[in-house]
């Protein structure tokens, strides 16, 4: 039952990356996630209200006639109301891979802290 729960909530993480949809954004994310990557050689840390702005001042990958290709790799449970997820994106021209911890806040599912990779470039046709 919690890996159907946490799947199902993983297509709205998927639709909002898609639609950046700003309300599913705040129902996704807990206001305390933080996002991490290595870009360029360079620790990136991005808050959530940083991020949120910049989700806020971009066209979406939809309107932008992106194609949208997402699966879930891997759903590891810790406990009923943690978990860890692995998941693979498009989202605009890159290929993404998330590592998506987890938990369930006031019986809802949140993304608590998100590590990003871009994987490669989008294959183009």
């Known amino acids: 039952m919690t890996v159907n729960a946490i799947r199902e909530f993983l297509g709205t993480y998927f639709e909002v990356l898609q639609t950046q949809d700003l309300g599913l954004f ?4 807990h206001p305390g996630c933080v996002l991490y990557s290595q870009q360029d050689g360079a620790t ?3 808050p959530l209200p940083e991020c949120r702005r910049m989700v806020e001042g971009r066209h979406s990958p939809q309107s932008g ?4 290709n997402d699966e879930i790799l891997m759903v590891d449970v810790l406990s009923p109301d943690m978990a860890l997820a692995k998941v693979r994106l ?3 021209d890159s290929i993404m891979v998330d590592y998506l911890n987890l938990m369930r806040v006031d019986g809802q599912w949140r993304v608590v802290a998100k590590h990003f990779h871009r994987d490669s470039r989008a294959v183009v046709g």
Do not use: A, I, T
Not at 26 to 29: A, C, K, L, N, S
Not at 65 to 68: C, K, Q, V
């Open 65 to 68: 006639g992106f194609p949208r």
């Open 44 to 46: 990136v840390v991005r």
């Open 90 to 92: 498009r989202l605009f």
């Open 26 to 29: 705040d129902q996704v994310f």
